[in-house]
């Protein structure tokens, strides 16, 4: 071979390994591009490497991407995150020029396109709910927890009394005491047990409830099977408790605190919340024709009485999952239709607190499996050993009798 073939090869060999040696050096630089980011209002959790719990998350997305991924927390640069909003943001995103393929890119925030804020407080999914919309949900508000610092305040509320507006179902307090026209009692057992209330006050009506209770016509009473209510409520963390059970804070704040000392929500995918009700039956008066009072008051203005009470049991839980809530909601529907076997595997990975009020104590006692559900949802009212405690009211105006509808 002469020198100039020789030559050539060499210069060949050093052109080619120049341009290998700058594709080298260009990978190792970073690439910056700008583009833009859409920030869910949601979060999620992750596990970060090393870690064995779980932390929250942002739910991110580029342009042009269906899918949300999960970004830690902080790791756009000058951006700071407000569960809640969404964003549409514009950003620098660089890749470093790292030969591992695992290198994490950086963001840093140049722009704030769009900040929307968006609701994100817990819904009720309903199931079943067979309640009418003239009757007043006084279920949770008088509740309190076995065995917790929440006591149960039970009111003196019965068919016939009468409150200031004012008061009337929020606390059933301020009772006005003048003395009532006499009144019909129907209780509407399959067989209607019906019996006058020539006094009208709170002492004379629990006589009447435990004539009633002792009559045939209760005996032969068949107490539904149905649920008349059955909800659930997707939950970010405990603390949404609060918007779920909106008039008994109390009872809320406790369920907070007992999720949280006797759940362990750390690995977690989901958190729901339950309610079941279930009807027994009501206690109601005629529409009275010469009016409510023997001496009319001389301004009646804002009284309300109480034309009907029903009466029930009902279920409050929370629910921990490893899986996601809809395969726990699919799970759960099983209760009401078929047996808990089918969904063996959801509940087996899953947690339950479940608080169960069943007398007019209004006391609830705690449960902590589905089997628990279970017992109750077969037998609500203890093979009639309770007809529980009210749960709806009606009230009227004693003016003109009109309906009283509660502004909430």
Known sequence: MNMKNLSGILLLFLCTFSVISC????????KVKVITIYVSGETSTYTPSGSKESIECMLVKEDGESEYSKLPMRSINAFSYEKGHEYVLKVEKTKPGNPSADAAPHYRLIEIIEDNTIDISPKWETLINDSREKETDISSR????????????????YVGAVFPESTFATSFDKSVTEKKQPINLTFNFQIPYMTPMEDVRWIQYQKKMQEAIASKEYKDFKFPTRPYIVQFAEL???DDLSLCINDNESFANTLVK??????????????????????????????PVNGVFVEPPSNPDGLVYVRSLTYGTSAYFIIASKYQYQEVLSALRGPFIENYTNHEEVLKNSQIILLTVSDINQTANIGHSFADLQTYLNNPFMDGYTYGYPIFCKGYYVKDNNLYVEQR
């Open 23 to 30: 594709d080298k050096e260009a990978d190792f630089k970073d």
């Open 142 to 157: 008088y509740l309190g927890i076995h065995g917790w610092w929440c006591i149960a305040n039970p009111p003196s509320v």
């Open 236 to 238: 970010n963390s405990l």
């Open 258 to 287: 007992i999720g949280k000392q006797e759940l362990d929500i750390q690995p977690v995918k989901s958190l729901c919340v339950g309610k079941v009700v279930f009807k027994s039956f009501t206690v109601s008066m005629d529409i």
